[in-house]
């Protein structure tokens, strides 16, 4: 199987700190996305960090790779109750396909 | 930013029901769209890979008989699961990726799934 493994499963923490999120990966890849998951609802896209690129930011959203490791993490900085959601990684290959790691539920408590 | 529709959010139906789902990009050609199942606290797994114009492309395990899927146009993708059971029960999420776009480095555009609930 293609599929990622992300740890951990859940992440509790309270509002104003930063969330860690870690994914871990099998095959060599074009890119790695991260996507958020608010419940029963669809994917929304937050970023995406190409084989070449070892760091990328987007707001209060960074995100590391390293393709030696084949893993990557997502911080979130200054969390906020909002951000509760469940996150996915998915590498995506020569194909257009993408395969989703298995998530992290994160809970920010206010 | 590009947005895709799909509709009906939420189906209850009678088992041996045949139920259609839509899937729809708005403001931009999907040459290609996705279709994903998702049981309850678990993640995606991709289903097929439909081109417009060409038959879909079914992961392993996946029956084309039983989850038939059409992409007669640039934006609209269908999922018709046929005489549907209990079993059948899940969220479905289809995604389309744009014309142009290329194959890779690209992210995916979601619809906001569909329930489907057999009785």
């Known amino acids: 199987s293609q599929q990622g493994e992300e740890d951990p499963q859940a992440l509790s923490i309270q509002e104003g700190e930063n969330a860690t999120m870690n994914c871990s990966y099998k095959?060599?890849?074009?890119?790695l996305q991260w996507y958020r998951q608010n419940s029963g609802r669809g994917l929304v896209h937050l970023i995406l960090?190409?084989?070449?690129?070892r760091e990328k930011h987007s707001g209060r959203l960074r995100v590391t790779l390293d393709t030696s490791k084949k893993s990557s993490s997502l911080l979130i900085t200054a969390s906020r109750a909002a951000d509760t959601a469940s996150y996915f990684c998915a590498t995506q290959t020569g194909a257009n396909n993408l395969f989703f790691g298995t998530g992290t539920r994160l809970t920010v408590i206010p | 930013g590009a947005v895709v529709s799909q509709h009906p959010s939420r189906v209850i139906c009678k088992s041996g029901t045949s139920v259609k789902i839509e899937c729809r990009s708005l403001?931009?050609?999907?040459?290609?769209m996705f279709w994903y199942r998702q049981f309850p606290k678990q993640s995606l797994m991709l289903m097929a890979t439909s081109n417009e114009g060409s038959k879909a492309t079914y992961e392993q395990g996946v029956e084309k008989d039983k989850f038939l899927i059409n992409h007669a146009s640039l934006t609209l993708s269908t999922l018709t699961v046929t005489s549907a059971h209990p079993e059948d029960s899940s969220f479905y999420i289809c995604?389309?990726?744009?014309?142009?776009?290329?194959?890779?480095?690209?992210?995916?555009?979601f619809g906001d799934g569909t329930r489907l609930s057999i009785l």
């Open positions: 095959t060599s890849i074009n890119n």
């Open positions: 960090i190409r084989s070449n690129e």
């Open positions: 403001d931009f050609q999907a040459t290609t």
């Open positions: 995604s389309a990726s744009g014309q142009g776009q290329g194959y890779s480095n690209q992210p995916q555009h």
